[in-house]
């Protein structure tokens, strides 16, 4: 649920049967993978701090990256977050919508800001944020490092008031832009978003062979990211050259993606399908990974 502000999308997707999904992809491609968490990995909850991958998709996702497949996670969630969701697999990750970014280690030498932030004045409109919160028991802001987030989870009716918030303290500041999301509102800094994230980790992923890239995700904030592999934004490399991969949905929602899946569960069938298509397709490379105590090959 949102409160409504979100744009008007017409696109009615094609829904994908989570066993059938190989049957959409091709042997003469190479694919990868990138995945939202919440809502797409983990089930959503109304605390984000009860959120958890399962053993037996992050198990799962390391199946597939044995067989060659890059795989990166898109995510609104911190980058400390989002690697403690993950761990043990280390996997490129884009964090708080792309402003925090690691391409292939826990290094902070891999570690960019895609957009500049002026960390002074976020502080000066986080305490905004609390001061205006203070009157409702009901609101959570989180600090997140690079933006600040008003989630009205606990009272889903606080929704247009999450909005007024929000709203009113950015009109002293802008530079900064609101971002809708599942019972919350987020100020990030201008130009930030999940579709410019995955086409900076695309650039890096591409090799020799061309990637399609998978996008799956279930927020609003997912939409730049569906439409940036579907073609509708221009790559990074080479402004002429159009990406044409797969956006698919999780949930029945309005969407710009192509595809969709009912729910996270379908998105555990779905990956299944696909290492099922990876095992015919390439050869495992010899990998160890302990998930929280269990070895997995």
Known sequence: MTSGRSPSINRRPIYIPPKNFADYLSYQQEYCLFLDIDGTLADFTMNPKDSVIPDSTLILLQKIQSHGIKIAVVTGRSLAEARQMLSPLILPIAATHGLEIAFDDSSDTNQTNVVSVDTMELAVIKQSII?????????????????????????PALADEAYAIMAETLKTHNNWSLKSGKY??????????????????????????????????????????????????????????LI????????????????????????????????SFCQKHTAPVEATVRVRGRRVI
């Open 131 to 155: 001061q205006s919160c203070i009157p409702f028991d009901d609101f959570t802001v989180e600090n997140k490092p690079y933006s600040v987030a008003l989630h009205f989870r606990k009272n």
């Open 244 to 275: 044409k991969g797969m956006g698919i949905k999780v949930g029945c929602e309005p969407t710009h993606a192509d595809y969709y899946v009912r729910n996270t569960h379908e998105v555990t069938v779905l990956l299944n399908s696909f290492l």
């Open 184 to 241: 919350v509102w987020e100020v990030v800094p201008k130009g930030v978003n999940k579709g410019t994230a995955i086409l900076t980790l695309l650039e890096k992923m591409q090799s020799s062979e061309s990637l399609c890239p998978i996008f799956m995700g279930d927020d609003i904030t997912d939409e730049a990211g569906f439409v940036a592999v579907q073609g509708e934004s221009k790559s990074l490399e080479d402004d002429s050259q």
